[in-house]
């Protein structure tokens, strides 16, 4: 018995959001590959690793935004995360979180090691720093000064920080990609990183102080700082196998391959590698990186209102409809336009009509001629050939993550076998007659290899079409070899068709009522749906306000005092804005000020008004203050 093992893992996911059909499709690759490795190798020797990123910035944000604790907001959307994987039928060996204290103590342990062989300093760092990554971007990475990401301008942040010495492996980087071609694959991707590291390599900023990020990893070298959250993340993908001294550790990890979207290659492509081997381990062995799936030719975004989320198209067409949509649409490595009219074309054509109608057809007639025992015909090699290819096609592009060719290569099979029984006719023939049989008898062997090399794409159906070949054998427990060393496999031992139900009923476009794709409402949408009466907005009393003076509040980082004048009346207000404007910055500013707003308690003094303030998607804070100079107390229209 074969000792090879094979572990592949999806990035983890930020939970900054929840589910969108990206996350969806990266999780349905990585689970139909590990089912087909665990068709090729014994079950237990595939890992299949999912989970969810759960630090950082955007996620006390996001927590703050939806009112609940960091650890409130990662438990409900982790949760999200899971039980949308469980709806879709994927079935990763495990989910793990980064908020674990496994994780966290692999994460400590980690950094320890490679600080005490001297590849982590302290240093001070100025850059360009975008909120939404989370990370300072180089001149060079940006697009007319933005981020290329989020389109927004980066902010320009000085501070002390610990730094990674990445520079200092580069040329290994460099030779190893070039020794091991396929280390990241496909090529256009390779070529990228190499092109990428043309330029020399700036070390890595890998902490934040907790003066202004306390959801982290502390570092476990100096707990005022935490971990910055890509090298925190990129840990997942050993923690969760019991680095350093588990037993899936040893077994697995010399065979790691990681999946990802395109977005995410450096961390992965240039961080990771470096930092296994400045700790003296081994990379992984294949970097397999797929492209964006775009809305109107446009990356799916949430600021841009412009996302997809899988589970409605799962309830609106079907689970295995939308697993079959996306892994058939999407050529591995290149973009794909999400279209839904395609999908429908999809499940009409493709599952409806040409599998679903070749599957009721067969059962039909071996019911109606046979009583449904199909054992007692003899067998015809009229397909055996077709099989054969379809065999070693599907097999040849699963291997290569070439998931849409597999499928092509199981439609070219189903097509040869409708073309067999249009050739043969055997519903015009007589039902007594050899030939007859030995046609029935061959589509229907067929259809047990097409289920069979179905499975891993489509577990669901495939299984359906055992149970109605009358096959009680598990699928799952048929290996590659067992079930491909012949297409004959019916044999003679007494088997019975089950009732004939449809695989896939057909949607009818000219009768079926459009469900629109729901997405993420844009901004705008969202204003129209929350627009407010002009009674409403004049009961808020928005007013010019003074600042005569400011002071910080003992024992909070983010809350300042201010005493501020209103024509002539001085009041005491509480502003959450400390890490944006000191206590030093304020007084003489003019500043907005909801005047009729409740008074409220915070830290134990009595706020008395709201000040204003605008916040970007990148987290940047400025505020609101009148253009030109204005009497205190003037009323804001």
């Not at 997942?236 to 040893?250: C, V």
């Not at 007859?436 to 359906?464: C, D, G, H």
Request: hydrophobic share 40%; aromatic share 10%.
């Amino acid at each position: 018995m074969s000792n090879e093992t094979f572990y592949l893992t999806t990035p983890i996911y930020y939970v900054n959001a929840t589910p969108h059909l990206g996350h969806a499709y990266t999780t349905i690759l990585v689970d139909t590959m590990t089912r087909f490795q665990r068709r090729r190798l014994e079950p237990e020797h595939v890992y299949f690793l999912t989970g969810t990123d759960e630090h950082g910035d955007k996620i006390v944000q996001a927590a703050a935004q939806a009112g609940e604790s960091p650890q409130a907001y990662t438990d409900r959307i982790s949760g999200i995360f899971q039980e949308t994987w469980k709806r879709l039928g994927l079935t990763p060996n495990q989910f793990i979180r980064t908020t674990s204290e496994p994780h966290k103590r692999a994460v400590q342990r980690f950094l320890q090691q490679i600080y005490d062989a001297g590849d982590i300093y302290f240093g001070e760092y100025g850059g360009q720093y975008c909120f939404g990554c989370e990370r300072f971007y180089t001149e060079k990475e940006l697009q007319d000064g933005r981020c290329p990401d989020h389109q927004t301008t980066p902010t320009f942040i000085k501070e002390q920080n610990y730094f990674f010495r990445m520079g200092k492996y580069q040329d290994w980087l460099i030779d190893h990609i070039h020794c091991h071609p396929d280390f990241i694959r496909p090529e256009r991707f390779r070529n990228e990183v190499l092109s990428f590291l043309k330029d020399p390599l700036e070390d890595l900023c890998i902490s934040r102080p907790r003066t202004r990020l306390e959801w982290g990893i502390p570092l476990p070298f100096d707990d005022q700082y935490v971990t910055y959250v890509w090298f925190d993340a990129l840990i997942n993908y050993i923690s969760a196998l019991g680095w350093p001294d588990g037993e899936a550790f040893r077994r697995f990890w010399p065979n790691a391959q990681h999946l990802i979207a395109k977005d995410i290659l450096k961390p992965h492509a240039i961080y990771w590698p470096i930092m296994l081997k400045a700790a003296g381990l081994l990379p992984y062995r294949h970097l397999n990186v797929h492209g964006y799936w775009k809305i109107e030719e446009a990356k799916m975004s949430k600021s841009r209102g412009s996302v997809v989320r899988p589970l409605d198209l799962a309830d609106k067409y079907g689970v295995e409809a939308f697993r079959y949509f996306v892994l058939r649409e999407m050529t591995f490595g290149l973009d794909a336009s999400f279209n839904e009219e395609a999908l429908v074309a999809r499940l009409n054509a493709d599952l409806a009509n040409d599998l679903g109608n070749l599957y009721s057809r067969v059962l039909k007639l071996i019911q109606r001629y046979y009583d449904g025992r199909i054992s007692e015909l003899p067998g015809e090699g009229g397909l055996v050939d077709p099989t054969r290819v379809a065999i070693a096609e599907v097999t040849a592009a699963t291997e290569r993550f070439a998931f849409s060719e597999a499928l092509a290569a199981i439609w070219n099979l189903v097509s040869a076998t409708n073309k067999y029984l249009v050739t043969n006719e055997p519903w015009k023939q007589d039902p007594g007659d050899v030939r007859t049989k030995a046609v029935l008898f061959s589509a229907a062997e067929t259809l047990r290899a097409i289920a069979v090399l179905l499975w891993p794409f489509l577990p669901q159906t495939a299984e359906r079409m055992f149970r109605g070949l009358g096959i009680s054998e598990p699928i799952t427990s048929i290996r590659i070899e067992e079930a491909f060393s012949s297409p004959q496999h019916l044999g003679p031992r007494q088997w019975r068709v089950g009732e004939v139900e449809p695989l896939f009923p057909r949607i009818e476009a000219a009768t079926a009522k459009p469900v629109p794709v729901k997405t993420e409402p844009t901004a705008a949408q969202e204003s129209v749906a929350d627009l407010i009466a002009i009674e409403e907005f004049r009961r808020i009393d928005l007013r010019v306000a003074e600042v005569i003076e400011a002071a910080a509040i003992p024992g909070s980082k983010k809350l300042v005092k201010l005493r501020v004048r209103l024509q002539d009346e001085e009041r005491t207000v509480v502003a959450g804005l400390k890490e944006h404007y000191p206590p030093e910055s304020w007084e003489g500013k003019r500043i907005i000020l909801v005047a009729n707003l409740k008074p409220t308690k915070l830290m134990g003094i009595a706020s008395q008004g709201m000040v204003l303030a605008a916040e970007d998607e990148s987290g940047r804070i400025v505020l609101l203050t009148p253009e030109a100079p204005i009497a205190s107390g003037a009323k804001v229209r």
